[in-house]
Nanobody, 129 residues
Framework: QVRLVESGGGLVQAGDSLRLSCSAS????????MGWFRQAPGKEREIVAA????????YYADSVKGRFTISRDNAKNAVHLRMNSLKPEDTAVYYC??????????????????????WGQGTQVTVSS
């Protein structure tokens, strides 16, 4: 069992930065692929970034490459998403997710919400123009 709690969301202006954090409980966190997803009103949930359990592999959606950075600290059971140069189109509820299945890390899999078995409650990010 893994419990995920996101924090760090808020209202910012275009061009600003935010750092989202996800605190995880459960012994399987350190061996889990972790992902950040987002969902805007009227849209489907989409991948933002994912990181392998070692931290050695990462995946980013094209829309955030070069602006967002995902990282993890297994000693603290935490995963972070640093978001720079925020745009109004980044406005969404951001969710942390865990895939505890210790399956291979590759882009076609880690970008699919169905591959994750635990989800946080989400944190709102609003970027004004």
């Amino acid at each position: 069992q893994v419990r995920l709690v996101e924090s760090g969301g808020g209202l910012v202006q275009a061009g600003d930065s935010l750092r989202l954090s996800c605190s995880a409980s459960g012994r399987t966190f350190s061996r889990s692929t972790m992902g950040w997803f987002r969902q805007a009103p009227g849209k489907e949930r989409e991948i933002v970034a994912a990181i392998s359990w070692t931290g050695g592999s990462t995946y980013y959606a094209d829309s955030v490459k070069g602006r967002f950075t995902i990282s993890r600290d297994n000693a603290k059971n935490a995963v972070h998403l640093r978001m720079n140069s925020l745009k109004p189109e980044d406005t969404a509820v951001y969710y942390c997710a865990a895939d505890t299945g210790t399956r291979p890390f590759y882009s076609d899999r880690v970008r699919e919400p169905r591959e994750y078995d635990y989800w946080g409650q989400g944190t709102q990010v609003t970027v004004s123009s």
